[in-house]
């Protein structure tokens, strides 16, 4: 079999920020951000019929990222992907591709999960779908723990299929979308410093109290059944982080004082995006979003590389756009 692209055909796919463990699910849960004023927060990569394999990076991000173009996540996307078609007996063309690099990296916002969500599903999208959404969300957590040092679905999972995601990892079925607050407002605010993942990975102890076992596993029972019943304080009152957020915050300047602000201001919830270090506050009306958002966008912030949006969650995940 072979799977054959109209040589014109260009395929482009956007892919959301995500906030990882949503401060009570390390590694099990994640959630897809969408600006309120329209900015799109998230990578972009595009797919066309070429002789020879290109990519090319573009994009606000893109003098940041190390190394050559050619160790780029999105050429081991392709390179990755085309094995995966090879193993499925199908050709795989060569592809000129380009990365639209929005996001950040070693922010906390699932740079890397972006740009290999999008690549992922514009390849797939432009070869007329050889993989399924679940062995293509299998193919992206396993792209995302060659960058972080261990397979965790928690940024790609919910940038793909939008929305908040709790992982099932069971059989084929990688991931579930669960039921959502519409009136919530995520604020997130990346203060322009660097942390990769591993390094704060790293930092954590390599196991958990008992008394913390125990209080992880009641919040994040007791947050789902919560979110089932729309139950907003319930759900809100869970949202802390036994795990990792003593150990990281150390990594974070003026995190303590950010989460002081905001839970005195209004916020359901505050807490760490991923491994940092943007920080995201929960708010239930647009004006307590706002103030805590302006107090991060001059406090919290430390460079000129920083930003901070107010947030809904994108129910959509990432989108492909064929021309
Ligand atoms: N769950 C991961 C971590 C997310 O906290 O290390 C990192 O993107």
């Known amino acids: 079999?072979?799977?054959?692209?109209?040589?014109?055909?260009?395929?482009?796919?956007?892919?959301?920020?995500?906030?990882?463990?949503?401060?009570?699910?390390?590694?099990?849960?994640?959630?897809?951000?969408?600006?309120?004023?329209?900015?799109?927060?998230?990578?972009?990569?595009?797919?066309?019929?070429?002789?020879?394999?290109?990519?090319?990076?573009?994009?606000?991000?893109?003098?940041?990222?190390?190394?050559?173009?050619?160790?780029?996540?999105?050429?081991?996307?392709y390179h990755f992907f085309a094995d995966k078609m090879q193993q499925q007996g199908l050709d795989c063309p060569a592809v000129k591709m380009q990365l639209s690099k929005n996001l950040p990296i070693g922010s906390g916002l699932g740079s890397s999960a972006s740009s290999i969500v999008a690549a992922l599903d514009a390849l797939n999208q432009f070869f007329d779908s050889p993989f399924d959404a679940d062995s293509l969300l299998l193919m992206m957590g396993e792209l995302e723990?060659?960058?972080?040092?261990?397979?965790?679905?928690?940024?790609?999972?919910?940038?793909?299929?939008?929305?908040?995601?709790?992982?099932v990892e069971q059989g084929d079925k990688v991931a579930t979308q669960l039921p959502v607050f519409d009136n919530w407002y995520w604020v997130s605010c990346y203060s322009g410093l660097s942390v990769s993942t591993a390094a704060?990975?790293?930092?954590?102890?390599?196991?958990?109290?008992?008394?913390?076992?125990?209080?992880?596993?009641?919040?994040?029972?007791?947050?789902?059944?919560?979110?089932?019943?729309?139950?907003?304080?319930?759900?809100?009152?869970?949202?802390?982080d036994v795990i990792a957020e003593p150990?990281?915050?150390?990594?974070?300047?003026?995190?303590?004082?950010?989460?002081?602000?905001?839970?005195?201001?209004?916020?359901?919830?505050?807490?760490?995006?991923?491994?940092g270090p943007t920080v995201f506050a929960v708010t239930n009306n647009l004006a307590d979003a706002q103030q805590i958002q302006q107090y991060l966008a001059d406090n919290y912030i430390q460079n000129d590389d920083g930003f901070s949006h107010i947030c809904n969650l994108d129910l959509n995940g990432s989108t492909v756009v064929k021309g």
């Open 145 to 167: 723990g060659q960058i972080s040092g261990s397979i965790h679905y928690d940024n790609v999972a919910p940038c793909y299929l939008g929305g908040m995601t709790l992982m």
């Open 1 to 77: 079999m072979s799977a054959q692209s109209s040589p014109r055909m260009r395929v482009s796919a956007f892919a959301p920020a995500s906030i990882g463990n949503v401060s009570l699910g390390f590694d099990i849960l994640g959630a897809a951000l969408k600006p309120i004023d329209g900015t799109q927060l998230g990578d972009v990569v595009s797919v066309e019929s070429a002789d020879e394999f290109a990519l090319d990076v573009v994009g606000r991000f893109a003098h940041k990222l190390p190394g050559a173009v050619s160790d780029n996540i999105v050429a081991h996307a």
């Open 247 to 275: 150990y990281r915050k150390s990594l974070l300047p003026g995190f303590d004082e950010s989460r002081t602000f905001a839970m005195q201001h209004g916020a359901l919830a505050f807490g760490i995006s991923g491994s």
């Open 200 to 240: 704060a990975r790293n930092i954590l102890p390599k196991s958990v109290s008992m008394a913390d076992t125990i209080k992880f596993g009641r919040q994040l029972g007791v947050f789902v059944d919560a979110l089932h019943r729309q139950d907003q304080a319930l759900a809100a009152a869970m949202m802390t």
